[in-house]
DNA sequence: TCAACCATTTGTCCTAGACAATTTGTGAGT
DNA sequence: ACTCACAAATTGTCTAGGACAAATGGTTGA
C-alpha cells in the first residue's frame, strides 16, 4: 500500500507511470533491465520515480508503438530520431470529401465546440445519415486518431471530439423512437474494448433500415453477453473492435457458447485485421458489409424490411 | 507474453482472473502466499490456474469486500459464511421515495426496458430535473450497485439501466441547449474511473443552474485536464469519483497541477469515503453540496444567477 | 465525544531469472 | 517471384519471498 506521492521533487512512481502511459509495470521493469531505458531516480524507499520528461518520451514511445514501430528499435532511437518517425505520415485511403474533411479537422484543432456541432447537424441532414456516417464520420474518426498517434492531437481535443459526436448521435436516436423491427440485435463490446462510439453509428444506420437495436453500452463479458441474448430474444449480437487484440478470440468464445440461431456480427476498425473468416461469424470490416448481412439475414429468415 | 488460453480444461489463468475478479495479480499472489486461498493448480510451466469455482468465489469476496468487509475476515470464511454475508441485507438510507423504488427495482430485475424509460420520462416531468435527480435517480443507482453487489442483478441488468437513464440524460440535456452561463465548468472524470453517468446527472443539475459546462467524459490524465482548463478557459474542474480508489492522491495532484484561480469540484459515492478536507478543493458527497458550491463561488466572484 | 497513540492488517514494490508467444530472418522448393 | 518450413531474435509475463508504508481497528486519556 506503499502510497505515491507524485509530481513531489522526484517524480512520478511507477503505478502513476502504468495509469498514465499504458505500459505495465512488469514492461517499465524489463526495459529498464534490458534497454537501459528508462532511468528513474529512487526515493528514500528504493521505489522508481519517473521524471516527467520520461514520462512524456514513453508516451511518444507508447504512441509510435501503437503505429507498428517495435519497441527494440524506439528505445534505441535518440529524441531526434523519435521525433522524425513522430511525424511521418501515414498514407491515407482515398475520399471524395477529403478536401472538406481538412476543414473539420482544422474545428477539432481549434477546439471550436459550436462550429463542429452545428457542422454535424448540417452534413447530416444534407447528406442524410447513411452517407453521413460512411463518408464523413468514419474517416474523421480514423483522421483524429491519426493526428492523435502523431501528437498533432491531444485526449482532450479527441475527448471533446467523441463527446459530440456522442451527443449528436443520440440525439439523433432519441428522435427516431425505434418502437420494434426485424432483426432485433443487441450491440455491445467485449471486456476491455471502451469505445462506445462505433456501436452507435452502428445502431443509428441499424435504425434506418428498421432493425430493432439493444444498445448495451461496452464491456460486457461473454457469458452475461449470452444471458442478455436470451432475455431479450434477440435475433444477432453485433460487437464492435476499434484494434484487433483478442478480437479473435473473443469471438471464437462467444460464438461456442451462443446458441446456433442467433448470429454474430462483428464490425470495426480492429475487423480488419482478421484474415480467415470465422465459422458462424459475420464480419463487417466496412460499413458497407452491414448491409449486405442484413440483406443476408432477411433472404435466411425470408422477412423483408418494411 | 504467455498467452492465455482461457476455458481450457485446467482453469483461468492469473491474467484472466485478474481482469474478470478486478484483483491484482500482486494481490492474488499474497493472498495464497497469507491466507492458504485461492489455491491454484499449476500448468506444465510451474504457471498458476484458478478453478472456476474459486473464481467464483473470488468474485463473491470482491462484492463483499465493496460492501466495507475485510479481507481478512471473508478469507477466513467458508463458503456457508459467506453465503449467509451475500444475502446480509444493507439497511437503507431512509427516502420518502423507498416504496416507490421497489418498483423501479422490479422494471430493472425483469428488464422491462420500455416500461422503465416511460417511467423515466414520466416522473421527470411530474418532479423536475433537480427532485428527479436526486431523490429518484440517484437512490435508485446505489440500490442497483447494492443489488449487483447481492449478486441479485447481472453486468446485464447494470448496464441496461446505465444505458437508459444516458439516453434519457442526453436527450433531456440536448433540448436545454445551454448556450452560455457563468461559471464555465469542465466535467470529467481521471484514469481509471470510467462510469459517465454522475457527469451527465451533474452537468443537467448545472444546466439548471445557469452554469457553461463542458463535458469531457470519462478517463482523462492530469496534465491533459490542466490543458483543457487552459484552453476552455473554465473557471472550475469538476470530477466524479465512483469509489474511493486513488480520489484523494489524484485530487491532490491535479490541485497542485491546476492555476490556482481555477476551483477544484469533486462528487460521486466515492467522495464520501474522504475523511480529511483537500486544501482548495471543494468535496460534495452529496447532490445538495453542489449548489453550496456553487453559491460560494458566485459570492467569492461576485457574480449572481441569471 | 474527540484526539492521540499503538498494533494489526493489507496491498504494492523490490530483485533477477525463466520461458513462451510473436515477429523476423533465412534457405529450400516450387 | 512465390510460398513453406524452420531457426533465431525479440518481447512481455510469470515466478519467489521479503520489505515496507498506508489504512484500519482498538485502546487510552482528556
Not at 506503499?2 to 514492461?27: C, F, M, Q, Y
Not at 452545428?118 to 445519415?129: I, N, P, S, T, V
Not at 502523431?150 to 449528436?168: D, T, V
Amino acid at each position: 500500500m506503499s502510497n505515491e506521492t507524485p509530481s513531489s521533487v522526484g517524480g512520478l512512481p511507477i503505478a502513476s507511470v502504468e495509469r498514465e502511459t499504458g505500459l505495465s509495470k512488469d514492461t517499465l521493469r524489463v526495459w529498464e533491465r534490458r534497454y537501459g531505458f528508462p532511468t528513474p531516480e529512487r526515493d528514500a524507499n528504493g521505489e522508481r520515480l519517473y521524471a516527467p520528461t520520461q514520462v512524456q518520451r514513453l508516451l511518444q514511445i507508447k504512441r509510435l508503438m501503437d503505429r507498428g514501430y517495435r519497441p527494440g528499435k524506439l528505445l534505441a532511437l535518440d529524441d531526434t530520431g523519435l521525433r522524425a518517425l513522430d511525424e511521418t505520415r501515414t498514407e491515407r485511403a482515398a475520399s471524395a470529401a477529403v478536401p472538406q474533411l481538412d476543414g473539420w479537422m482544422h474545428l477539432v484543432k481549434t477546439h471550436d465546440s459550436d462550429a463542429l456541432q452545428r457542422a454535424f447537424y448540417r452534413e447530416m441532414a444534407k447528406r442524410g445519415l447513411a452517407s453521413f456516417v460512411q463518408d464523413i464520420v468514419a474517416p474523421l474518426i480514423a483522421r483524429v486518431g491519426e493526428a492523435w498517434s502523431r501528437n498533432e492531437l491531444g485526449i482532450f481535443e479527441e475527448h471533446l471530439f467523441s463527446q459530440h459526436l456522442e451527443k449528436m448521435f443520440r440525439t439523433v436516436l432519441s428522435n427516431m423512437l425505434p418502437q420494434q423491427g426485424s432483426p432485433c440485435v443487441l450491440l455491445t463490446t467485449l471486456t476491455g474494448e471502451e469505445h462506445t462510439l462505433g456501436l452507435l453509428m452502428v445502431e443509428s444506420l441499424m435504425v434506418v433500415e428498421d432493425v430493432y437495436p439493444v444498445l448495451l453500452g461496452p464491456q460486457m463479458p461473454i457469458d452475461e453477453i449470452v444471458r442478455a441474448a436470451q432475455i431479450k430474444q434477440v435475433d444477432a449480437v453485433c460487437l464492435s473492435f476499434s484494434s484487433a487484440y483478442l478480437a479473435t478470440q473473443g469471438l471464437l468464445d462467444l460464438r461456442r457458447m451462443l446458441p446456433g440461431p442467433v448470429g454474430v456480427w462483428a464490425g470495426g476498425y480492429g475487423v480488419k485485421a482478421i484474415r480467415k473468416p470465422i465459422n458462424g461469424v459475420c464480419l463487417m470490416p466496412e460499413f458497407q458489409d452491414l448491409y449486405d448481412c442484413l440483406a443476408r439475414w432477411r433472404i435466411e429468415h425470408g422477412r423483408q424490411a418494411a
